[in-house]
């Protein structure tokens, strides 16, 4: 991680988070048979973290 990134982490303006190799394969395999998109393998790290969220999103609003 760069300087920069680091400084805008100390401040709060960022925030990381990580998913696993096979957490994206396998929204690599979810998104390209729901919707026909191939994302390269990088962009399936943030897509299944995405994932992740909505899920989180959906039970508290479904226990809401």
Not at 7 to 33: C, G, P, Q
Not at 43 to 54: P, R, T, V
């Amino acid at each position: 991680m760069g300087p920069e990134h680091a400084w805008l982490k100390d401040i709060n303006r960022v925030k990381y988070v990580a998913a696993t190799d096979s957490e994206a394969l396998d929204a690599f395999h979810k998104l390209t048979l729901l919707e026909g998109i191939i994302p390269a393998l990088e962009s399936s790290h943030a897509i299944a973290y995405g994932m992740q969220l909505a899920a989180i999103w959906m039970f508290l609003i479904d226990n809401h």
